[in-house]
């Protein structure tokens, strides 16, 4: 530690193999932190190279992409029919879940007493939330696709997407109401309003980016989803969903079927599919942060 | 604001009135939407018996309360000891052992990726990094935490299998790799289970308070003394917490490890054969033309049974140490 | 009040023989400080103080609230150093040594003296591996019988009278007292040279305090002990040395204790002593 060892009252101490020790430790986990980065890196780089190759090596046109169809012919298939019927699930979830989930939300927040049936069903959040979305594909097969007896359209894929999102809606949204000051209650009590007349005019409206926040990041979560609709069975189509009650085949769902076909040219597409997908996730994510931010500030 | 019924000073009835009577029908129609998550589960559990049932008892539970009878298909002892998976095979086997394999195995090797580097990921947050290095760290973590499952499929299929470990396998092992393997899944449900063990993991370790760092300090110890044998062992259980969630997580993972892993039911030690997990058997049985009644539809949801039931024990197991920890740092 | 310079000397010199002869020693300097100052961002927390800290007795440190005395304190072992923004100028000694030097590393330093803490922090373990964690991070573990060294510190803080039989039990499980008095047996048992005690009674009840003074007073029968408090009371009773620091961070007198109680030089510090301000 010391060249004059003379002279310090440190003498008899030796950190060198503690400095060391630090100096390896320090060294493991930088590069364990760094191995996340490098594996996003790897990943995104993977796909965009796959995405190039894809428009030069075989010949993959956007416009063509954007304006075809499903095909079983490499050479003729498209994403048009999975973009609009993930635009349309998104919106069809959207309309399901937000309703719902805003409502159990302002519920619990608001009304709930605290009560056995109020921790009942904030465990049960807790517990949907940890439930593998695949399953949530079996409940919508058993309940609608059959029991209801709706078939594999795509009301049943976003049914399946809205109970798998809702939790996370009514989890954010409950955030967002809590973050509305007390003031701004009792203030309005104040004027002789009702608590809904509360709630409606002075809470909702100020929780309202956050909710925003809290759904777009929800259905960015759900736009991906694969697993579900594969069980409500959105597989191969070659045609477009024009409404809720049409079969279909999404975006993550047409990319499987691509990526799990032995032909290059297929892998390919997947990628070019991919590109697509995450534009749109990070768009979404991108608004919901946009919105974050911006009203934040307000707050 | 008055009306005729009213008398004194007008602070009972009226427009009020209606005001509280229109709030309580509120009330049951918010009540309404909350108890449908309640719901959500109770179908959860009645679906998946109620056709689970049907798979190793011939009818549902619905139908054999209604009357139908009870034959055993498919014993417990098979289900669960059977060493060949192959329920819609001419000569069928109900052996789920195999595709319960294939899950562990992925889910275990998931565990050694995700929790060594998830916890040295959430140390280097917590107790080294710049405020400027954290900035830019976690939403980067976020971010590999955000890609859908389907991505990382084909991250394996495309990159880790191919490229990564087909020459390692072929060079080191003289093992001619296929499109699948189990180390590939391994490897893909590792990396995308890194940002839940990290993040939660920093979360703990955030919240020990840093008079404990300072005791530590002035006592002589180093940083790497005061991460490993204190903010460590004083946020174990919300670490412990994480890992729950990882592995949850990883045994539910369907995606990925149906694109990594394929959908060869078998087991085994060697890590590039290729392995099937249950969730993948559910894929590949949607993929086929599963209809109402017959044996792969059934199966769907005994594994899909299985599967719930192993899942909703991690998450309660992580409900209590989550518990546990909130109650030591309240 | 107006002061006479002479008597002051008088006065000083005596209770200086008093001492040297009671304890039959010279004052030897552990920690000199010279033209110290602290500074968190643009804030000035410490104005040039200068000051000697005698070996083997208890100086005391009082003051207002925001006089800097903690900071100062936490010089002394560089737990500045934990604060991003502060920064330190001008000279700490500690044997001759400046502490600030750029071979000298905190960690060895913080081996030499210990600290006390304001608030009792014991960490979330048993109590035998509270009081044996400095030994276990000073590699200290395998010179010395660890159950013998835990014992001795326990001993040594006036708690293994209460505490012997359930050594496993978490130090969390402790009363307020209790715990304040594992933190001393944590500081002690690496045996440092100095032991800096940060308003160590500040959050406790009246008894649990006077048992942590009646050790402090033990203490000096091996340590140094510095000791920062608001409790002019407690000052008094307990130093040997007392440093007064004002607003601003200025070291305004330090002297012998009782001459700072019955005859300080500065009006300033006759007016906070009296409780005329601060």
Same mark, same amino acid.
């Given at each position: 530690?010391?060249?004059?060892?003379?002279?310090? @009252?440190?003498?008899?101490?030796d950190l060198?193999?503690e400095?060391?020790?630090?100096?390896?430790?320090?060294?493991i986990? !930088?590069?364990?932190?760094?191995?996340?980065v490098?594996?996003?890196?790897?990943?995104l780089l993977?796909v965009?190279?796959d995405?190039?190759?894809?428009?030069t090596?075989?010949?993959?046109?956007?416009v063509?992409?954007f304006t075809r169809?499903?095909?079983?012919r490499e050479e003729l298939?498209?994403f048009?029919?999975?973009?609009?019927?993930?635009?349309m699930l998104?919106?069809?979830?959207?309309i399901?879940?937000?309703?719902v989930?805003?409502?159990?939300?302002i519920?619990l927040?608001?009304y709930a007493p605290?009560?056995?049936?109020t921790?009942?069903?904030?465990?049960?959040?807790?517990?949907?939330a940890? !439930? @593998?979305?695949i *399953?949530?594909g079996?409940l919508a097969?058993?309940a609608?696709?059959?029991g *209801?007896?709706?078939?594999p359209?795509l009301?049943?894929?976003?049914i399946?997407l809205?109970l798998l999102?809702?939790p996370i809606?009514?989890?954010?949204?409950?955030?967002?109401?809590?973050? !509305?000051?007390d003031?701004m209650?009792?203030?309005?009590?104040?004027?002789?309003a009702?608590k809904?007349?509360?709630?409606r005019?002075v809470?909702?409206p100020a929780?309202?980016?956050?909710i925003?926040?809290?759904?777009?990041?929800?259905?960015a979560?759900a736009?991906?989803?694969?697993?579900?609709?594969?069980?409500?069975?959105a597989?191969?189509?070659?045609?477009i969903?024009l409404g809720?009650?049409?079969r279909f085949?999404?975006? @993550?769902?047409q990319?499987y079927n691509w990526?799990?076909? @032995?032909?290059?040219?297929?892998i390919?597409l997947?990628?070019?599919?991919i590109? *697509?997908?995450?534009?749109?996730m990070f768009?979404m994510?991108?608004?919901?942060?946009?919105l974050?931010?911006k009203?934040e500030?307000?707050l | 604001?008055?009306?005729?019924?009213?008398?004194?000073?007008?602070i009972?009835?009226?427009?009020a009135?209606?005001?509280?009577?229109s709030n309580?029908?509120?009330r049951?129609?918010?009540?309404?939407? &909350?108890?449908i998550?309640?719901l959500?589960t109770?179908?959860?559990?009645?679906?998946l018996?109620?056709?689970?049932?049907?798979?190793?008892?011939?009818?549902r539970?619905t139908?054999i309360?209604?009357?139908?009878?009870?034959?055993?298909?498919?014993?417990f002892?098979?289900?669960f000891?059977?060493?060949?998976w &192959?329920?819609t095979h001419a000569t069928?086997?109900?052996?789920?052992?195999? +595709?319960?394999?294939?899950?562990?195995?992925?889910?275990?090797?998931?565990a050694?990726?995700?929790?060594p580097i998830g916890t040295?990921?959430a140390?280097?947050?917590?107790?080294y990094?710049?405020p400027?290095?954290?900035a830019?760290?976690?939403?980067?973590l976020e971010i590999?935490?955000?890609?859908?499952?389907?991505?990382?499929?084909y991250?394996a299929i495309?990159?880790?299998?191919?490229? +990564?470990?087909?020459?390692?396998?072929?060079?080191?092992f003289g093992?001619?790799?296929?499109?699948y393997?189990m180390?590939?899944?391994m490897?893909?449900v590792?990396?995308?289970?890194?940002?839940?063990?990290s993040s939660?993991?920093e979360?703990?370790?955030?919240?020990?308070p840093? %008079?404990?760092?300072?005791g &530590?300090?002035?006592?002589g110890a180093?940083?790497?003394d005061?991460?490993t044998?204190?903010v460590?062992?004083a946020?174990i259980s919300g670490?412990?917490?994480?890992y729950i969630?990882?592995v949850?997580?990883a045994?539910g %993972?369907t995606m990925a490890v149906?694109l990594a892993?394929g959908?060869?039911?078998?087991?085994?030690?060697?890590?590039?054969?290729?392995?099937?997990t249950?969730? &993948?058997?559910?894929v590949?049985?949607a993929?086929?033309t599963s209809?109402v009644g017959?044996v792969?539809?059934?199966?769907?949801?005994?594994?899909?049974?299985?599967l719930?039931?192993?899942t909703?024990?991690?998450?309660l197991l992580n409900d209590r140490?989550?518990?546990?920890?909130? %109650?030591?740092?309240? | 009040?107006?002061?006479?310079?002479?008597?002051d000397?008088?006065?000083?010199t005596?209770v200086q023989?008093?001492?040297?002869?009671?304890?039959?020693?010279p004052d030897?300097t552990?920690?000199?400080a010279?033209?110290?100052?602290?500074?968190?961002?643009h804030?000035r927390a410490i104005?040039?103080?200068?000051?000697?800290?005698p070996?083997?007795?208890?100086?005391?440190?009082i003051?207002p609230?925001?006089?800097?005395?903690?900071?100062?304190l936490?010089?002394? $072992? /560089?737990?500045n150093?934990?604060?991003?923004v502060?920064?330190?100028e001008?000279d700490?000694?500690?044997?001759?040594?400046?502490?600030?030097?750029?071979?000298?590393d905190p960690?060895a330093l913080?081996r030499k003296?210990?600290?006390?803490f304001?608030k009792? $922090?014991p960490f979330?373990k048993?109590?035998y591996?509270?009081?044996?964690y400095?030994?276990?991070v000073?590699g200290k573990?395998?010179?010395?019988d660890?159950?013998?060294a835990?014992?001795?510190?326990l /001993?040594?803080?006036?708690?293994?009278?209460e505490?012997n039989a359930k050594?496993?039990?978490s130090?969390?499980?402790?009363s307020g007292?209790?715990q304040? /008095?594992?933190?001393?047996a944590?500081?002690?048992?690496?045996d440092?040279?100095v032991i800096?005690?940060?308003e160590p009674?500040?959050?406790?009840d009246?008894?649990?305090?006077?048992?942590i003074e009646?050790l402090i007073?033990?203490l000096t029968?091996?340590?140094t002990?510095?000791?920062?408090?608001?409790?002019m009371?407690?000052?008094a009773?307990l130093s040997d040395k007392t440093?007064v620091?004002?607003?601003?961070?200025?070291l305004?007198e330090?002297?012998?204790t009782t001459?700072?109680?019955?005859?300080p $030089?500065?009006q300033?510090v006759e007016d906070y002593?009296?409780?005329?301000f601060?």
């Open positions: 530690m010391s060249t004059q060892t003379d002279d310090t @009252p440190f003498t008899g101490i060198d193999w400095h060391r020790k630090n100096r390896i430790f320090l060294g986990i !930088v590069a364990a932190s760094m191995f996340g490098v594996m996003l890196a790897l990943l993977d965009a190279t995405f190039y190759r894809g428009q090596e075989f010949g993959i046109s956007l063509d992409f169809d499903g095909s079983r298939a498209g048009r029919g999975a973009i609009v019927a993930s635009i998104m919106l069809f979830t959207a399901l879940a937000f309703f989930g805003v409502g159990s939300a519920y927040e608001e605290d009560n056995r049936i921790r009942l069903i904030e465990a049960n959040l807790a517990n949907l940890g !439930v @593998p979305s *399953v949530y079996l097969l058993a609608f696709v059959n *209801v007896g709706m078939g359209i009301l049943a894929g976003a399946a809205a999102v809702m809606i009514i989890v954010s949204t409950q955030e967002a109401l809590r973050a !509305v000051p003031g209650r009792n203030g309005s009590y104040a004027t002789g009702t809904w007349q509360t709630i005019q809470v909702l929780a309202m980016p956050g925003m926040t809290g759904t777009i990041l929800a259905l979560r736009i991906g989803e694969t697993a579900p609709l594969i069980m409500v069975g597989l191969f189509t070659n045609r969903a809720p009650f049409d085949s999404a975006m @993550p769902t990319i990526a799990a076909e @032995p032909s290059q040219h297929f390919h997947a990628a070019t599919g590109v *697509v997908l995450l534009t749109f768009v994510n991108g608004i919901a942060i946009y974050r931010n009203y500030r307000d | 604001m008055r009306t005729e019924t009213d008398s004194g000073p007008g009972t009835g009226g427009v009135r209606d005001d509280i009577e309580r029908r509120i049951r129609v918010l009540f309404g939407c &909350a108890s998550t309640v959500t109770l179908a959860i559990f009645f679906v018996f109620d056709n689970a049932a049907s798979y190793f008892f011939g009818a539970i139908e309360l209604t009357g139908a009878s009870v034959e055993q298909l498919v014993t002892t098979e289900f000891t059977g060493t060949r &192959a329920p069928p086997a109900h052996g789920a052992l195999p +595709i319960i394999f294939g899950t562990l195995a992925i889910t275990v090797g998931a050694f990726v995700s929790i040295a990921t140390i280097y947050l917590s107790e990094a710049s400027e290095v954290r830019k760290l976690k939403p980067t590999l935490a955000g890609i859908p499952t389907i991505v990382y499929g991250f495309a990159f880790i299998n191919p490229v +990564i470990l087909g020459p390692i396998a072929s060079r080191l093992i001619n790799i296929g499109r393997s180390l590939s899944g490897l893909v590792g990396i995308m289970t890194i940002p839940m063990v939660i993991s979360d703990a370790m955030s919240a020990v840093d %008079e404990l760092r300072n &530590a300090y002035a006592l180093t940083k790497y005061v991460s044998r204190i460590l062992p946020s670490v412990f917490a994480s969630l990882a949850s997580r045994i %993972e149906t892993a959908f060869n039911a078998n087991i085994t030690a060697n890590p590039f054969d290729e392995v099937m249950m969730t &993948a058997y559910m590949s049985q993929r086929g209809a017959t792969e539809y059934q199966s769907l949801f005994a594994v899909g049974l299985l719930f039931l192993m909703l024990s991690m998450n140490f989550k518990r546990r920890f909130q %109650e030591e740092y309240r | 009040m107006a002061t006479n310079t002479n008597d000397t008088i006065i000083t005596g023989q008093i001492n040297t002869n009671e304890r039959n020693r030897e552990v920690v000199e010279s033209d110290l100052d602290v500074y968190y961002g804030d104005d040039d103080v200068s000051i000697e800290i070996e083997k007795k208890v100086t005391a440190i003051g609230s925001g006089c800097g005395k903690s900071t100062f936490r010089c002394i $072992n /560089r737990m150093d934990q604060i991003d502060a920064r330190v001008g700490l000694y500690f044997h001759g040594k400046n502490v600030y030097d750029d071979d000298v960690v913080r003296i210990g600290m006390v304001q009792p $922090n979330p048993s109590i591996d509270n009081v044996a400095g030994l276990r000073q573990d395998d010179e010395v660890l159950d013998e835990v014992e001795r510190a /001993r040594g803080a006036a708690l293994w009278d505490v050594l496993d039990a130090g969390l499980d402790l007292g209790q304040q /008095r594992l933190c001393i944590r500081a002690i048992a690496p440092p040279e800096l005690m940060d009674a500040s959050a406790l009246p008894i649990a305090t006077s048992k009646d007073a033990d029968q091996d340590y002990v510095v000791i920062v408090t608001h409790n009371q407690q000052a009773r440093a620091f004002l607003t601003g961070g200025e305004v330090f002297d012998d001459k700072i109680f019955e005859n $030089n500065d300033r002593i009296t409780g005329k601060g």
